[in-house]
């Protein structure tokens, strides 16, 4: 017989969207358990601490874009604290014609910028009158050229896009992608007018006002995790779980599982599922083929990430956030992060570490490459684009994600539609995660914190 658990929410996947969510159930008096196939929370978040060197395998750093991030470590202090990145690396770099070029942060940097071309930089004149577009499902890569030009795309959303989604920017959908900016055509008729005129959305009261700040937490993300996790009680957590299968009742959900040789029955009136798209066929077998396959047919970039530290840095100077490489430029790395530069404390004095990117929708296959034939790549790419002269790295550390990132793209309005019809077919069911309201760390603590308020009636 099963061992049979009682509880008020039962959350699948204990990454940040499931801490964070598990974090504001707990605060406000629930019983929550979280079901995790893996040994440990945190997700695809994990910071390394290895022989002065302090890096993350997974996401680096969030932006400060939903005021929950503030009140989340309001919430959590003292046990970590926001660190927002130094204010010396705000540049971003952009590769063009062998060299790096800081993308322009006003309007006289816009003029004498090298990125764009002459051409482009008059046709924006003509930004503010331009007709809005029509097609609800346009391209960012469709809506830049229509509104700015090709060098706009080629050499500030194309890598911008690289560097956030690494994504493809023909194939990412605006309004689900980046829909401010959507938005902003659609209700002003024009970008330049929309920043203009666009009042920003009203706060609740005494709510922390989003900027486009660079935050991580002291030390590194998963301070952020092991804050939340001791916020949650260790025995809500059940770690390896395997063969997680949830069955509708009467108003309420039985979710089966192994753990450790056991099997266990969790009834619950909630169930949230934070687990990639890919993982809910198995955990929803109750929703036909059909419909599910809406959901999971959610396509992923596949990304390298490889941390290189080196004690005594001899290159160019990294006074940036890090540098993206364009497309166009035909390059083998997505970019590079100066890690050291936009944090403290990661790197022994006068040495440097670095996150650099490979793969993505632009070369799936870097994720099957060797660790030898990636080291090569990155060494041959880093040497130039740095200046390192030949300088090895005294650290390398390789990550590989199948399932990195989320491509918001042309399925998506039938994903979000099918998500919103199970819904409301099957109450107390959510279907949470990146596979919806975005796919940045700030998007995952707004939107659990989103679905704690309305269960908790917060
Ligand atoms: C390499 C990389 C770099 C990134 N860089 C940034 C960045 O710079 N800035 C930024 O804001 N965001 C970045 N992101 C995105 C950000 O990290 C994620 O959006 C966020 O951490 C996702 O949290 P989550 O809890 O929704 O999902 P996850 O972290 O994926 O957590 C889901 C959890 O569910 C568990 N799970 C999966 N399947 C099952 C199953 N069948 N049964 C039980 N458990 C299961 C997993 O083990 C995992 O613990 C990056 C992501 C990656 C991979």
């Known amino acids: 017989m099963p061992k049979e658990i009682n509880c008020d929410i039962t959350i699948i996947g204990a990454g940040l969207t ?22 440990h929370s945190g997700g695809v978040i994990n910071t390394i601490n290895e022989d002065g060197f302090v890096f993350e395998a997974g996401p680096n750093s969030g ?27 705000k540049k971003r770099l952009i590769w063009k014609n062998g060299k790096w070029n800081a993308l322009p942060g006003s309007p006289v940097e816009g003029i004498s910028t090298p990125l764009f071309s002459l051409y482009d930089k008059f046709r924006i004149l003509g930004e503010p009158f331009r007709k809005k577009g029509n097609n609800p499902d346009e391209s960012v890569a469709e809506l830049v050229l229509r509104r700015l030009g090709k060098s706009f795309l080629d050499y500030a959303v194309d890598p911008f896009i690289s560097g956030i989604y690494a994504g493809d920017p023909n194939k990412i959908i605006t309004r689900f992608a980046l829909p401010k900016l959507y938005e902003l055509e659609q209700n002003y008729g024009s970008f330049i007018k929309g920043a203009i005129k666009k009042k920003p959305a009203p706060l609740p009261e005494g709510a922390k006002k989003p900027t486009r700040e660079v935050f991580s937490a002291s030390n590194g993300l998963i301070n952020l995790v092991h804050a939340l996790e001791n916020s949650i009680y260790k025995q809500n957590f059940f770690f390896n779980s395997e063969n997680i299968s949830v069955t509708p009742k009467d108003n309420s959900f039985a979710t089966s599982f192994f753990q450790n040789g056991d099997d266990y029955t969790l009834n619950s009136e909630k169930v949230i599922t934070t687990v990639g798209a890919y993982s809910l066929p198995s955990i929803l077998p109750f929703i036909i083929k059909e419909q599910i396959n809406q959901i999971s047919n959610l396509e992923y970039a596949k990304v390298v990430q490889v941390a290189l530290g080196f004690r005594k840095w001899n290159g160019i100077k990294l006074d940036a956030f890090g540098g993206l490489v364009p497309s166009v430029e035909k390059r083998k790395i997505l970019g590079v992060l100066f890690t050291s530069s936009i944090f403290e404390n990661r790197a022994p004095l006068g040495g440097a570490m670095l996150s650099v990117f490979m ?21 041959t790419e880093i040497n130039e684009m740095l200046g390192l002269q030949g300088a090895e790295p005294d650290l390398v550390r390789i990550f590989r994600y199948a399932h990195a990132i989320p491509q918001y793209g042309i399925t998506s309005e039938a994903r979000l539609n099918r998500i919103y019809m199970i819904q ?3 109450p107390g069911l959510i279907i949470a995660g990146n596979i919806r309201d975005g796919i940045g760390m700030a998007d995952r603590i707004k939107q659990a914190k989103t679905i704690a308020d309305s269960i908790t009636g917060r």
């Open 359 to 379: 793969g993505g929708m632009r070369n799936p296959n870097a994720i099957d490459l060797s660790d030898n034939e990636i080291i090569k790549i990155v060494y």
């Open 18 to 39: 499931g801490l964070v969510a598990a974090f504001y159930f707990t605060k406000a008096g629930k019983k929550v358990v979280l079901l995790e196939k893996d040994s």
């Open 424 to 426: 409301k077919q099957y």
């Open 63 to 89: 932006v400060l874009s939903h005021s929950e991030v503030f009140d989340l470590f309001d919430d959590l202090a003292p046990q970590c604290t926001l660190e927002k990145a130094n204010k010396e690396s």
